[in-house]
């Protein structure tokens, strides 16, 4: 990730950053999950997958413009999220991307319908991790 810089400075709410650029693949994250995002992309990076990773930055506004752009030269969208995968802001990217981009296939990972367990070890192996984000990347392209 980036390092913070000392001077002041100002995000623009409603704009994805482009992480990484790609052909073969559009894997969309936010917040919290974007370290585990990126290291499953240089993982694929390392496997011969060209991915493009879109960092959200702000939910809304959502920047649908960078999304559909990104997915139309992809043909492939893998939504991200540490939310619930019910109601989450993976399933509106890709409700968002679906009523955009025409031929593209999609998937998305979130934490399971279910309470979370006691075990720390239960909870960070059914958060979406980089192991889980690049098992989905592959069964998707």
């Known amino acids: 990730m980036e390092e913070v810089p000392d001077e002041q400075y100002a995000t623009p709410l409603g704009k994805a950053a482009v992480r990484m650029t790609g052909n073969d693949l559009t894997l969309v ?11 499953a992309a240089e993982a694929l990076k390392q496997q011969g997958m060209s991915v493009e990773v879109i960092d959200l930055r702000s939910l809304k506004p959502m920047d649908t413009e960078a999304l559909v752009t990104s ?24 409700a968002r991307v679906a009523e955009n981009v025409e031929g593209a296939r999609f998937k998305r990972i979130a934490f399971p319908d279910a309470p979370p367990p006691a ?14 984000i690049t098992a ?6």
Request: aromatic share 8%.
């Open 136 to 141: 989905a990347a592959k069964k998707l392209v």
């Open 29 to 39: 994250g936010s917040g919290g999950g974007m370290p585990e995002v990126m290291k």
């Open 119 to 132: 075990s720390p070890e239960m909870f960070l192996w059914m958060r979406p991790n980089a192991e889980h």
């Open 71 to 94: 997915v139309r030269k992809t043909k492939r969208l893998l939504a991200v999220d540490q939310g619930y995968y019910t109601l989450s802001p993976g399933a509106e990217v890709v």
